[in-house]
């Protein structure tokens, strides 16, 4: 059984770009939610998706966007990159809003 | 609003001693909590997860309890071994309305298990 997976593991951008990244639930997963870590900060929440619709957000801007799919797997997009963007983008799925979360391995973006 | 705090920031121990890591949140209205190790530069592994209802998790070395009415979590790990080396994240979800999606991490305590 797969967990949830990332796409890209690592990326550099350049400041003033867009972005997007993937992530692929858990099998049997409904709902996914995507957070940002700085280096040596917990994961801060940036909204989550559950039936193909955002039901929460976190404290980001507008710049900060997403999807989700009929096979519940999501995207993450940012545009006009800023340097401060740079951190460790981390997907979580879960059965329901409040289930247990499982984590991917991340993406690493670098905003140069 | 909701924060969550861990001590120590960071801590190292010799190998085979019993440890624990501590979690305080300030709102006791929560409906689970969750504690995950991550290792360097890589994604969170899930531990143990606790419902509001339950007082303590076991899963072989590792046992973490809740005290929900005075906001505190501890985590405990058996016979430490290097291989435990990590952060250790402990994370929250709110009970009520539209907060319930979302987890609200400490900022980690940094174990290293010395051979």
């Known amino acids: 059984d797969a967990g949830v997976t990332q796409s890209p593991t690592h990326l550099i951008k350049t400041r003033g770009q867009q972005v997007t990244l993937r992530c692929s639930p858990k099998?049997?997963?409904?709902?996914v939610s995507w957070y940002q870590q700085a280096l040596g900060q917990g994961p801060q929440f940036i909204f989550q998706y559950y039936e193909e619709e955002e039901r929460q957000r976190g404290n980001f801007p507008d710049r900060f966007s997403g999807h989700q799919f009929p096979n519940y797997s999501s995207e993450l997009n940012v545009n006009a990159l800023l340097l401060g963007d740079s951190a460790l983008y981390l997907c979580?799925?879960?059965w329901g809003q409040g289930g247990k979360a499982f984590f991917g391995q991340g993406t690493r973006l670098t905003v140069v | 609003k909701q924060e969550v705090t861990q001590i120590p920031a960071a801590l190292s121990v010799p190998e085979g001693e019993n440890l624990v890591l501590n979690c305080s949140f300030t709102d006791s209205a929560i409906y689970n909590l969750q504690w995950f190790r991550q290792d360097p530069g890589k994604g969170l592994t899930s531990l143990l997860l606790?419902?509001?209802?339950?007082r303590e998790q076991t899963s072989g070395r590792l046992n973490a309890s809740l005290d929900k009415s005075s906001g505190r979590s501890t985590l405990y790990i058996a016979a430490s071994q290097p291989g435990d080396s990590a952060t250790y994240l402990c994370a929250v979800r709110h009970a009520y309305g539209g907060s319930q999606g979302n987890l609200i991490f400490g900022k980690g305590t940094k174990l290293s298990v010395k051979p």
């Open positions: 606790i419902q509001s209802s339950q």
């Open positions: 099998s049997g997963h409904d709902t």
């Open positions: 979580a799925s879960s």
